[in-house]
């Protein structure tokens, strides 16, 4: 167990949809990120925040938003779902070692779109 | 910028027999290393890392990794291979600033009896 929690476990929604993952992050980490696992894709970086601030970006769509809390736990919205967007996302958090982190993963969430 | 490259999409052994999964990294700065394993339906959970403090790192379940950059390599071996071992396996290298990190497409290591 990592420590990192990620709710729900699976989610089958239908396209045009909209959707909520929640992650909470390590007792006392503060930076979120949040990645993109499919088939044709593999493990793609979504974004990062640190302390509730974004700090990076990466393969994310326009259609997707992420937020995170004063309490440190972060949501990623998932809007006008497709097809395509059927995927496994995970959420990390990090501790810092030294000049640079370590990532440990949460379970994921399993995204279905009909 | 940051890239990993995993040989072998699907690695075959014997119990008992040599695992080596292989990774190849490319890092405009001193890489940060890692590799994760994934079993089936499960996250993704940190096997060990390279932090620059030893070149041979030891990590879980008896895997080590030995990082050589002159062949700008990071591969995963482990002595003898366990039925438990059976799972998909994961190199990543870390990004500058923002330490995001960078995956390989995944080893997928079957264990045969």
């Known amino acids: 167990d990592s420590g990192v929690t990620q709710t729900p476990k699976h989610l089958i929604t239908a396209t045009g949809q909209r959707v909520t993952l929640r992650c909470s992050p390590r007792s006392g980490d503060l930076s979120v990120y949040w990645y993109q696992q499919s088939l044709d894709q593999g493990l793609q970086f979504l974004i990062q925040?640190?302390?509730?601030?974004?700090?990076a970006k990466g393969n994310i769509l326009e259609r997707f938003s992420a937020q995170q809390f004063p309490d440190l736990h972060s949501e990623l919205n998932l809007s006008s779902l497709e097809l395509g967007d059927s995927a496994l996302y995970f959420c990390?958090?990090?501790?810092?070692?030294?000049?640079?982190?370590?990532?440990?993963f949460g379970p994921g969430t399993r995204l279905l779109v009909l | 910028a940051q890239s990993v490259t995993q040989l072998g999409s699907h690695v075959s052994v014997s119990e008992g027999a040599l695992v080596l999964l292989r990774c190849n990294y490319s890092?405009?700065?001193?890489?940060?290393l890692f590799w994760y394993v994934q079993y089936p339906n499960q996250g993704l959970q940190l096997l060990l890392k390279?932090?620059?403090?030893?070149?041979l790192v030891k990590g879980i379940n008896g895997f080590e990794a030995e990082f050589k950059k002159s062949e700008t390599s990071f591969h995963l071996t482990k002595p003898s291979a366990h039925m438990s071992d059976a799972a998909e396996y994961f190199c990543a290298v870390s990004g500058s600033g923002a330490n995001n990190l960078f995956f390989g497409t995944g080893t997928r290591l079957t264990v045969i009896p």
């Open positions: 390279y932090t620059s403090a030893a070149t």
């Open positions: 890092s405009s700065v001193p890489p940060y």
């Open positions: 925040y640190y302390n509730g601030e974004e700090r």
């Open positions: 990390a958090s990090s501790s810092r070692d030294g000049d640079r982190e370590t990532q440990y």
